[in-house]
């Protein structure tokens, strides 16, 4: 049950990310000029029939950030009443903290009339927030913990770097939306009709260097692939995610392409978003399963039965045994 729960958390970030990414694209980040409250009222009071035109999605927006706040809360009490692992744990106080500071960054973007540091940082913590759920959602699953087989550490680094590259390409495509920049160059796959963009400005540097981004985080991801295919092919556990991986990557740019042949259309733009937190979810589950050996040491000093592959290890006589209803911190 726990780790169904953190999966619909996962999932509940992922709409707010979408939800956040129309808000954006429509322009509506300052439809509702107050914060916490909306046109003086309580956000959980304000009549459905003034959610009219941007107030609907910067209000929708709060809404589901206040509901994703409080599934992070719950998720946060859960892994600190049931779960042995001590890092586990932790990881639920670090999601609560980063959700907490995720909503004082939306309400100060609000107050300070969209400043682009802000905003970015936003954008940037929201995809944090994310992962954190989504590896919750993966250590706490039967398959994390029955254990591993033996280490690769080549894949451990490729995959590592390509998560890095996502990352880094997702903070520079936030920073492209928020300083206006999604236009800057308004053909595709050319720049004004040119491999090299034949003017710059720091509009156009900035949209170039995401376009140059996509190709650097295309590369890492199929050397990851091929990795997998050509040594892990067995291990489904591995195979999966990484042909996810490719389709999500294909899906993603066939987006950013649309967005950008469709002059930013607000749903297009959206779904661009989003899928980019996929990408990055899915990449950082390929590479926990790849650290999974690295993990099954520690999880073993937490007194926890995760054994590797064709060995039975036992518990230090000195951790704590899991009991029946529960651990506590």
Partial sequence: MLHLFAAFVAAATALLIF????????????????WPTTYGWSMFTFPI???VGGIFYEHSHRLIASTVGMLIIVLAVWLRRAEERRWVRRLGYVALAAVVTQGILGGITVLWFLPDPISIAH???????????????LVTSPGWQRGAASSDRRLQAIAAAATGAVYLQIILGATMRHIGAGLAIPDFPLA???????????????????????????????????????????RGELR????????????????GALTVLSGKQHVINSLHVVTG?????????????????????????SGV?????????????????????????
């Fill in 19 to 34: 939800a956040g990414g129309l808000v954006t694209s429509t322009g509506s980040g300052l439809s509702v000029p107050d």
């Fill in 49 to 51: 029939d003034k959610w």
């Fill in 123 to 137: 954008a940037s913590l929201a995809q944090v927030v994310f992962c954190l759920t989504v590896t919750i959602a």
């Fill in 192 to 234: 004004f009709g040119r491999l090299v963009p034949p003017v710059w400005t720091a509009k156009i540097a900035t949209h170039y260097a995401h376009r140059v981004g996509a190709l650097a985080v295309t590369t890492l991801a199929i050397a990851t692939v091929s990795h997998v295919l050509h040594h892990h092919r067995a």
């Fill in 240 to 255: 999966r995610p990484s042909l996810l991986l490719l389709l999500l990557l294909a899906v993603q740019i066939t987006l």
């Fill in 277 to 301: 937190a996929f990408v990055l979810g899915t990449s950082l589950v390929l590479t926990l399963r790849a650290y999974r050996p690295q993990f099954g040491f520690e999880d073993v000093r």
């Fill in 305 to 329: 039965r995760t054994p590797r592959a064709g060995t039975h290890l036992v518990p230090d006589p000195g951790s704590r045994i899991p009991s029946p209803g529960g651990a506590g911190a």
